[in-house]
């Protein structure tokens, strides 16, 4: 087998730079440099101006280890300021039969819980990790839904965003023949700061009318997508205000409270084994991996 790669992966890598504008193309088709126009008037180039603000990032984490039919899971959730000041926490263990989608639909659950509990502190943004259009398509629960909706109150004071630095929506541009998602041309525009316009992603009902801005705090850094429900006449003024925000407390183009919110919940494979030998299932046969790092 080692004196087959050394052979083939040579070939491999003289094949794909000699047809790299091939597969690339793919990708781009003949539409590419349409759509990159049509991005480009969505697209605002804007110089970020640090402003004071309260901020917090809510992230959660969760991890199993299967034993003989049955799994010793771990969830959690925190809510942390930029200050590094933990306010508030949620947690559920146990030892059950329990799939990976029933994990992470509780995990979103303790997400919005904690939010509500967070607002009662009136921070200027509520950070909550990870795009609420995936949340709401992968936890179709009703009641997880109408848990989403009560954060929306019209004595609402605080922004509550859900930011990812990933996605797949083709919500903006497939109409025009787009093969990547929206971001993918977004990125393509170039490395300024800036933001693009709002847009409304119709792909789940209008009682949660959500709104999708991309953004990037800090030159030469990728994107982040920031999705806001129940505004969907947010001007051109007030996601400048919303972006100098941001930026007041990020590192590196993303929110410093939500990278400290991932460090703080981050379930990995240790801890589960720790859980593990604490109820004396270290040595159980049968005993398979944790699926999270």
């Known amino acids: 087998m080692l004196e087959l790669s050394r052979v083939l992966l040579p070939d491999l ?4 730079i000699k047809n790299k504008e091939k597969k690339l193309s793919s990708i781009h088709g003949d539409e590419f440099d349409d759509l990159l126009k049509i ?3 969505k697209w605002v180039e804007y110089e970020p101006v640090k402003k004071p603000s309260f ?16 799994d010793l899971f771990v969830i959690d959730s925190v809510a942390v300021s930029s200050h590094n000041q933990v306010l508030g926490s949620k947690w559920d263990y146990g030892i059950s039969n329990i799939t990976g989608d029933s994990l992470s639909a509780k ?9 509500k509990c967070v607002l009662d502190q009136k921070p200027d943004y509520v950070c909550v990790d990870g795009s609420i259009i995936s949340n709401l398509i992968h936890n179709k629960n009703v009641s997880y839904r109408e848990n989403v ?7 609402q004071k605080s922004d509550v965003l859900f930011i990812s630095k990933n996605s797949t929506s083709k919500n903006q541009f497939k109409e025009f023949g787009s093969r990547a998602a929206d971001i993918y041309y977004y990125n393509k525009l170039g490395y300024k700061t800036g ?7 119709n792909f789940i009902s209008d009682t949660l009318a959500v709104v999708e801005i991309y953004a990037r705090l800090t030159a030469y850094v990728p994107l982040i997508k920031i999705e806001i429900i129940n505004r969907t006449h947010i001007t051109k003024p007030e996601i400048q205000n919303l972006v100098d925000g941001l930026c007041y407390h990020s590192i590196k183009g993303y929110p410093y409270c939500l990278k400290l919110a991932h460090q703080s919940c981050k379930i990995t494979n240790n801890d589960v084994k720790r859980l593990a030998s604490l109820y004396g299932f270290k040595n159980e046969f049968g005993s398979r991996d944790s699926l999270n790092e």
Request: no cysteine; net charge negative.
């Open 195 to 201: 933001f693009s316009l709002a847009n409304k992603n």
């Open 55 to 70: 901020s917090v990032g809510v992230d959660s984490s969760w991890n199993k280890k299967s034993f003989q039919g049955i």
């Open 149 to 155: 909706q009560s954060l929306f109150g019209n004595d």
């Open 13 to 16: 890598y003289l094949d794909a």
């Open 39 to 41: 991005a480009s008037t």
């Open 107 to 115: 995990a979103m659950k303790m997400e919005i819980d904690l939010t």
